[in-house]
């Protein structure tokens, strides 16, 4: 395993997921969306003729959810035979990081974030935050469990009130 | 990272091809211990066993995975010994080998998913030591067969046991000497084409070749001995080698008493090369990744066919002359319709195959269960679709256990019930048509009570068979196990319905009768790639549906749609509209799929059968109808009711294919829910 790590944006903080979980990035313009899908699930895209979903992080951060401009960018991992879009609001570095310098989330900041953040990089001035990737993928059942609508009355009714 | 990369590959070929050896193997097994029932012994069985467990022994050492080379080992010896002897296997020695070949496959499975190989299981091993070695077959001076003593010495024990028991199975033993030459190939007698021939008369048990004096018929000075167990007659024979009737020896017209010095014995199989000239035909062995791969480039490719077509079409709107080119623009759409063709016959396996493993489960079941079941597999030349094959397999082992489990009766309950002992299972299919394949599951138990069904439900009786499967695959059913004990059916149906009708689109059929059996029958297309399908529009976006599931599409005249009450303001309204005279629900796409504010008026509206019932839905316009690829839809975060995958329509962003009954489906048991 390699040092390398993609540093991306959401709503302001910065965050690092390892180059080996990365299999590409995309600029974006928009998604299909699917009824019935989870509220941060913003739809579906074609990468290299595969259908993956896409995850807004910013809708899953919490934050409120905005149109893609040419900075936004889909960041395609890969885990196992999963592979998932993520929209960040900007991608634009590839950076070593020292392994030894990671720290735990400090408890105060990781609870409330419902595991999504792992552990954080201080980098000079700059913190960057490793996320999850299973949590944020959904693969721990609980973690999207806030999200879950019924058949049809999904979350997206909020995105339709958005413009574009 | 080469390295790497061609490890892997050599990995998944080393995963095919072990996989092929243990269905051999099982099967094989299973065949012997069939013959032990009936108190033969099956030689060429256990030679395959033995050579199938051989083969893994090999290619396992190459890859390295010495647990299951120690496994394969040790059966390997086992099975030896008994070849050797030509004796049959004690009868617990087939469980035990059994055994074996589970413990081998678990431990290329684990290699296959990338877990640790788990050390080979010593009880196991040494359990064969304790199943005694085969009795020495005694030197029978009856070596009646007349043959040549230099011919005989080359036979192993179990061919010359085959040959003598030929008379057992109402066929003789017969010699047929055949000379190859070049004239004779002309006329289409070689040696290949002479064996293939008289395997579809018989069996061809040994095939030696002989030295004989060059003359003109044998221009080589070679000739074959065709020693063979056949019940046709001799110009048959004759006619397929192409000689004489007369010339048609049967190997036990005299008894000759020959001799064999034990130190000619037959040589140690390993070293019997089989000189069969390759009865296989040319088969190569895909992963199937690479084929989808090719699917993969081939979609891309009518995709682009697309883009031409709509740019083609735009240039035809400024007033271009497009003949010459729309001609052009057919001739590639057959084209591609032919190589599409081409790449789904790559894809097909045959559904014997797929039912190889069925006669193993049903033993494991009956064993536990203490059922005796007799199982018919009829799968005929019918094949499908990898990719369905492989996801239709846990419906069938779902059904077989159900039968097996909780709908076939205990021997004593059948008797008492004046059946017969042994229930009758019956797994078999036919492709009806082109696109999709029947196959039905029928057992001859108990039924499924419907009454007791409807009262673990807390439901009504139901009335039909089709009213009951509704009900037997109510998620959450399943989870009381009292239904399973009562009524023989209910476990994980929810599961079968989902893969059968959800995933592949296909239909599902119960025809059940009390105490007497039950019957599933399984509609799925044969492959699931590629469809015929409408687009439209819906408040701006894009949607299309297999043509296959439209029943009609009819124009929407807005004064003419009323709808019903809507007590509650949070549900999409339901509109009727009249067809021919009748009254039929009309859904808005728009209103389910909450694209855009509610309106009551659309142009036209999609007709659809649910449950047997017209069901309409409204959409705003209809786009055309083309050939869609679709893709599937596999992730657990985008898998919507009633979305059964995408497509491109030629703008790079997918478009989701909708099965509008499924949503039809799914609204209504929105309703009931909210009833409640």
New interface residues.
Partial sequence: MSDLHVVFEVAGASYALAVECVRQMDSFSGATRVPGAMAHVEGIVSVRGRVVPVIDLRTLFGHECVPPTLDTRIVVVERGARVVALRVDRAREVMKLDPEQMQAAPDAAALPARGFVRAVWLVGARLLQVIDLPKVLGEDENSHENYRHGFFDDGARDRRALPG | MSEGADLTEFVAAYLVETEEHLGVANSQLLAIEASLRKGESNPRALRETFRALHTIKGLSSMVGVEPVVEIAHRMETFLRDFDREGSPLPTRAVDVLLRGVRAIGQRIASLGSGTAVAPPPQELITEFDTLGAPLPQDQKPLLDLDLEPELLAKLAPFELAQLRTASEKACRALRVDFLPSPARAAEGFTINSVRERLAGLGEVVKALPLAVPVSTEAPGGLAFALLLVSDAADDVIAQAVGIAPNAVKSLLARSLAVGVDPSERALPPELVEDERPGPRQAVVRVDVRRLDDAM?RL??LIVTRFRLARAIAELGADGADTRAIQQVMSDSARELRDLRAAIVAVRMVPVAELLERIPLLVRGLCRHTERAVKLELEAGNAELDKAVSERLFPVIVHLVRNAVDHAIESPDERVRRGKPREGLLRVSCSSRSNTRLELSISDDGRGIDREAVARKAGRPTPASDQALLDLLCIPGLSTRSTVTTTSGRGMGMEIVKRIVIDDLGGELELVSTFGVGTRFLLRVPLTISIVDAFSFECEG?RFVVPVSTVEEIVEIDAALVSYSPMPRG?Q?RVGIIARRGKAIPLLMLSE?????PPRSVTAKAIVVRRAGQPLAFGVDRMLGQQEVVI???D????R????T??T?LGD?????VLDLSQIGA??A??EVAAAE
């Fill in positions: 993969e979609s891309a976006q949070d999409p389910l799929f909450q694209l855009g893709r599937p839809i992730d657990a975060l985008i919507s009711p009633g979305v995958g995408a491109d790079g962003k997918p478009t989701l799914a609204y048991a929105l």
